[in-house]
């Protein structure tokens, strides 16, 4: 068992089963949700020898994030949920260990609070908001001047929830509301929004690229899109002025009828064509699965459960170690494979494992 496999077992025990299912299921029948993890077993890496790498930096400019670790932490919602520190240990944690966290519209901590938590371990440390658009743009312009104030310094609209993902666990568990106590924090009091329940996220199918472009026109922070499937969507995204473009299913949460998250990057990164950075989730477990997303096109990779895994099972401390294990281990595997540098690491390189074709 792995060091976040260990974590991971720690957390089902420690977390509320209910909790647990919310964090751990997806929609449908989770095929998505387990073909993200599979997916990456289908592929292999074909190393590159002698090629004299000695000085390592795995560093990567983003945006609003220069020099950031190749993993980030993806937005997830209600850290509360899984340790009473919540979002305040995950910033912490993310902080020490240099990654970018991505806050967003459902975190159980105010959004100054954790960038106010992440700047007192790390003066420079990147925090971006994930914003999902309102359909009412005055709200969701009041939301970007919170990220704003607090200090983020990119946000990240995720369009693949235009609609909440039907979740078999969650309905069968009744997990329909937050407890008593618990609150999208950054939902409250906002102009003629409902106070920051589970269902008072805001998901509407109404929203378009006239809403992403409305939101450009009142920030000047950089905007990336978050779960792009499609590659003529990345392109589109591009054109419309995204700073760069997440592919993902949403961890396997929405629909259960899309193909793994990895394999629909190497199209997308195909469309880009390097004009924005392309970031890639679900289903990243090991160094080896970082390595595989880099060399397939992705300039970083999130990790949505993982986190949590650590954060349930030893708050702060947990969520570092999940990082801190994830970043070593692609710094080995880079090595491993005669790379110094991310870039070192090609398409060309990447094989279908045998026996998985
Ligand atoms: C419990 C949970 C809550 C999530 N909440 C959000 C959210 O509020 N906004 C969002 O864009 N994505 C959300 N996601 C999706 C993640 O950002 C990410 O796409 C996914 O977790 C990546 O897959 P992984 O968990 O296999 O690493 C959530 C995922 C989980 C597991
Ligand atoms: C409360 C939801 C908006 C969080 C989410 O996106 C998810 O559970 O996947």
């Known amino acids: 068992m792995t060091a976040l496999h260990t974590l991971r077992e720690t957390a089902r025990r420690t977390v509320d089963p209910v909790y647990w299912d919310f964090v751990a299921g997806g929609a449908g029948e989770e095929r998505v949700l387990a073909d993200n993890e599979r ?40 850290h509360r949920l899984m340790h009473p520190d919540g979002e305040r240990a995950t910033a912490r944690a993310a902080a020490a260990e240099g990654a970018v966290l991505v806050t967003g519209t459902a975190a159980t901590v ?6 106010a938590a992440a700047r007192e371990i790390a003066a420079g440390a990147a925090v971006w908001f994930q914003l999902t658009l309102h359909p009412r743009r005055e709200v969701t312009e009041a939301l970007v001047r919170r990220a704003e104030d607090a200090g983020c310094t990119a946000l990240v609209v995720t369009v693949d929830a235009p609609v909440f993902g039907r979740r078999p666990r969650d309905l069968r568990n009744g997990f329909t509301d937050l407890p008593p106590g618990y609150a999208a924090e950054n939902m409250r009091d906002l102009p003629g929004a409902p106070p920051g329940g589970l269902t008072d996220i805001p998901m509407s199918p109404a929203i378009s ?11 000047a922070l950089p905007v990336l899109v978050k779960g792009v499937l499609y590659p003529a969507d990345a392109s589109l995204a591009v054109a419309h002025g995204a700073a760069g473009v997440v592919v993902s299913n949403h961890g396997g949460r929405q629909c259960d009828t899309v193909p793994a998250a990895v394999d629909c990057l190497p199209a997308i990164a195909e469309a880009v064509a390097g004009r924005v950075p392309v970031l890639l989730d679900g289903g990243v477990r090991r160094g080896g699965d970082v390595a595989v997303a880099l060399a397939l096109g992705a300039a970083a990779v999130g990790v949505g459960r993982p986190v949590l895994w650590g954060l349930a099972a030893d708050g702060e401390a947990g969520v570092r170690r ?4 994830l970043r070593d281990d692609y710094a080995h595997t ?20 045998s026996g998985t074709w």
């Open 209 to 219: 690229w006239q809403d992403f472009d409305a939101l450009r026109a009142v920030t």
């Open 334 to 353: 880079l090595t491993l494979c005669g790379g110094a540098r991310n870039a070192d690491l090609t398409r060309d390189m990447v094989v279908r494992r």
């Open 110 to 115: 105010p959004v100054g609070e954790v960038v």
């Open 39 to 78: 997916a990456f077993d289908r592929y292999a890496l074909l190393p590159r020898v002698l090629r004299g790498a000695a000085r390592r930096d795995i560093r990567v400019d983003l945006p609003g994030a220069p020099a950031a670790g190749p993993v980030l932490v993806a937005p997830t919602a209600f």
């Open 322 to 325: 999940v990082l801190a294990e």
